[in-house]
């Protein structure tokens, strides 16, 4: 017996085997879960599918989460074919290389506004069509970062995204709570992934937050899967609009420099 026997859950965001949607789908499945996937994009068609094959999921839906229409069809397909949606998976975020880099004052507004629509706004135009398909209740997680609550190199438009995404997790939260419908955010520290490979300086960033957090060791896709398995069970009825941090301790820290580090720095 496993805690997600029998329970629907569509994921949107695998990219490869080293995504952490895939890493929360392998988790999800292991405990029982019926996996649907989705995916965008010619390219990223030829990486889901042989993952597909490799749990069994013979649902797997192409969907652009900014176009309105696609969205109503792939949600139209779930409840066509299961009648319910139990745990939704937002894992999804981009924005253009040029607006990460650089100075924040030189972001775009067109770039602004892509971030924030295929990041942020994307899981309100999920949760609305989920929000019927959920009459049991239900769960509804996506994908956060530190740079949500603190500044960090090279993470510029994507950061106030993620800043949106978290607050938009708590009105959602506080909006389909009366149904039953858990809303959460897992804030998953850096690990080396097809869209961590877009943030400028990454590598390094992932060899200093594993000398620094308290656990002295990375996250992983798997570390993050089972926090995902928690929230999307009956372990967390009661939880609903957190943020849930899974970074070996990291943002916990206030002074991340060793003294003896900033003592050789001041001389």
């Avoid at 135009?125 to 190199?153: C, F, N, Q």
């Amino acid at each position: 017996m496993g805690l997600m026997d029998g329970k629907i859950v569509l994921i949107f965001g695998v990219a490869n085997k080293n995504s952490i949607a895939w890493g929360i789908t392998k988790q999800l499945h292991e405990q029982g879960a019926i996996i649907l996937l989705s995916y965008v994009g010619e390219i990223m068609e030829k990486r889901v599918m042989p993952l597909a094959q490799e749990i069994g999921c013979d649902f797997v839906e192409p969907c652009d989460v900014t176009n309105d229409g696609q969205l109503d069809a792939i949600f139209a397909k779930v409840q066509e074919r299961y009648g319910k949606l139990d745990v939704l998976v937002h894992s999804i975020a981009f924005a253009n290389r040029e607006d990460l880099d650089g100075r924040f004052v030189d972001i775009s507004r067109d770039g602004f506004k892509l971030a924030l629509d295929i990041s942020a706004y994307s899981l309100i135009a999920m949760a609305k069509r989920a929000e019927p398909l959920m009459g049991e209740g239900g769960s509804i997680m996506s994908l956060t970062y530190y740079a949500a609550e603190k500044v960090m190199p090279k993470y510029h438009v994507m950061a106030i995204a993620k800043t949106a995404l978290e607050h938009i997790t708590r009105y959602l939260a506080n909006d389909l709570g009366p149904k039953g419908i858990r809303v959460n955010a897992i804030s998953a520290g850096p690990i080396k992934t097809l869209a961590a490979a877009g943030v400028p300086g990454i590598r390094t960033m992932l060899k200093y937050a594993e000398k620094a957090a308290p656990l002295r060791r990375s996250v992983s896709q798997d570390d993050v899967g089972r926090t995902a398995v928690w929230l999307a069970s009956d372990l967390s009825t009661a939880v609903t609009g957190e943020v849930i941090h899974v970074d070996a301790g990291y943002n916990i820290l206030g002074l991340t420099a060793s003294i003896e580090d900033l003592e050789e720095l001041s001389k």
